[in-house]
């Protein structure tokens, strides 16, 4: 099960605000996924292939990529998400458009 | 003006048959004619791809059409399909002709058949109603471009469009590249176009393209709503303003018929269209 790790005291704070909003953007990427195709969120995990975890076709994966798009507000061009499979990486996508 | 409607007129059925024009139940589609509005529904699975069989039924459409004009002030284009208002071209028809005719002579036969289409596209673009389609989900290649024929679209929030075609080695073929032109900037256009990126309906509509973006499953009602309000107009003059303010790119569109015939006899076409066919990716829409 995953669990926020944003607290780490050593770490410098401007890197523990960018791993805070990574970690708020990978949580809310996965409560939306979670809600959107009605999975149990403890069945998710962040390093998940988001295509098994949640049983979705390619049709499927773009009505979570508009669903992402519209509740973050950013545009994510296709071809940034080739390849992508996992909810990490993808947060890490939206992250860096915020 | 509905210039290149002349074939399709001297195919009217006589008025006799009139009424059952105001219903028709296809395989592809269905149509139907309440308070004024004509509906045209798109239901072929699995995404309304458009092929021969469509194509048929839609140049049923159009011969109703003119016949029906008289009667109505509105059509509604859209789809009973929950994936969304059209996946495009049928591309495995697309390859069928490839492997049948060989690249040497599919040239012709795709000719013929963006012939055909173009004509249906022209007639609903340039009919005298006000036209709406009412999209949702999935709104890719051919069915952007019968998106972009009408005079409105309406788009679920959940509705994307895409010009996916250059994944194929080929461009739009049913009057998407000058109807886009016709409505948006050329560097927008150039965007949709030559990097092939879906977008959102938000997005949609930042650029000119949506008139109303809507809640889910939302699209048709707003539509219907759309098309009630369009009702209290004078006819004459809504249509006299359409004509003036939506002239159709006649020649930029058989620019783009020539451009694709040159495209699809190449070999880089049937591999294209092989892949997707063929394609076992998860994610053969954003490949």
Redesign the interface.
Known sequence: MWKAQTHNPTWPSKLRTDMSNTDQVLDEVMQLAASHFKVPPEKLSPDDDF?KALGI???Q???L???L??HFRV?L???E??GV?DFRTLAGKIQARL | MIGPATNVKSSIQPRESALSMEQFQGETLSWNVKDGTIELALHREPLNEIGSLTLGELEKFIAALEELGGEAHALIVYSTLKSGFCAGADLRELYQWIKQFGRSEVANHARTYLERIHRVMNVIDASPLTTIAAVHGVTFGGGFELALVCDLIIADKMARFCFPELRLGLIPGYGGIPRLKRDLGNAVVRDLLLTGRSFNSNKAQQIGLVSQVVGEGEALRVARATAAQLGKFDRTTAAAAKRFIKPIPHEELQREIDLFCELIARPAVELGLKKFVESTDTQPYLA
Request: glycine share 0%.
């Open positions: 295509f076709d390619s049709l994966t773009l009505d990529l508009t669903k798009e519209n545009e061009p296709d071809y998400l080739q499979s």
